[in-house]
């Protein structure tokens, strides 16, 4: 066994990545049974002691593997298994990281494992970043939306009563390994919530993507692995190529907001979780093409084709009507904006993009359009 990764008995077959930052690069693995890879765990996890942080419910179904792989590879492994829910995501649960941490007298050679979706990685990174003033830290992702999206660019954080991801580092990982096969017990909308996010990266960064999703759509929603693996690592690649250019959110990493304005209205206006976010952004996507079109940034194929990609993805097509005013109310908030103006990610054309304000008059005539319901 050589640190190419020569390989062997236990090696599955992997598709690999790197998110080139400098000192702070690192690769991002993806494959099939990839938690089963007691060598790739060995060769990607520095140092001997481990902590895995996960939740009650992945535990059940992953981290009896991860377990033994990581005892394969000669690790000393102590175990967080924390509730679910994104109100998890808070101060409470990262003192129970901390506490436990320290109780086990945890030095700066430890490795944080994230195993689970955007909740436990956030949390996780976010520990990682802070304990003796920083740790390594490994992310395996279990969800679409964690593997083509959260697990990616080092955005760590919890969420604080006034407000989400409010708290947080931005505090890259040693390493991203996504393993395909967990995805088979996802449950259904949180696999349609991880697929807007890859549709996004089509929509106004890559055209070819978008056709090879509508191409694959189907697949994809049968969970086909090939598929999958295809589309996290085209998102991935994506999503590097952005944090790499702007690793620190200053203009560029905006655009992978796309949706998200009036995703974001969405979600606060119905109140946090009856939404999922994933959900919110698909239809915030087609409202985003809507408003692209009437600018005349897209023709109306284009915009039919986001309406029919979103759709094809089980995600939703109509917004709720919470009124014209407490739309553009909510909006105005969105961390994006700038003097009070409203910025969009627009498509123009399909496959790239446009920052910009728009005229009131023509974001009231897609609101009304398409928030009816
Ligand atoms: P999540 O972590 O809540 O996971 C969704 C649900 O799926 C949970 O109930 C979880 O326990 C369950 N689950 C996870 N893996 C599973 C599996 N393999 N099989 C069955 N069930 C499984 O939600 P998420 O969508 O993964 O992540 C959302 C979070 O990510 C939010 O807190 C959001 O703020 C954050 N986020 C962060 C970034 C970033 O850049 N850091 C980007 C996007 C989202
Ligand atoms: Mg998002």
Known sequence: ITAAGISSQTSSLANSLRVELGERSYPIEIGQSLLNDSERLSRLINGKQVVVITNTTVAPLYLHVLRASLLAAGKKIIEIILPDGEEEKNWSNLMVIF????????????????????????????????????????QIPTTLLAQVDSSVGGKTGINHPLGKNMIGAFYQPQAVIADTATLQTLPARELSAGLAEVIKYGAVIDAGFFDWIEENI???????????????QRSCEIKADVVRQDEREGGLRAILNFGHTFGHAIESGLGYGKWLHGEAVGCGMIMAADLSHRLGHIDVIAKDRVTALVRAAGLPDIAPNLGSQRWLELMQVDKKNEDGQIRFILMKPLGGYLISNVPQDILLATIQHLATG
Do not use: N, Q, W
Not at 101 to 130: F, H, M, N, P, Q
Not at 218 to 232: E, F, G, N, Q, V
């Open 99 to 138: 506490d436990r941490l320290l109780a086990e007298k945890c030095d700066r050679k430890t490795t944080l494992i994230a195993l689970g979706g955007g909740v436990i990685g956030d949390l996780t990174g976010y520990a990682a970043s802070a304990y003796m003033r920083g740790v390594p830290f490994v």
């Open 218 to 232: 189907t697949k994809l929603m049968a969970r086909d692995s090939a598929a999958l693996a295809y589309a996290i």
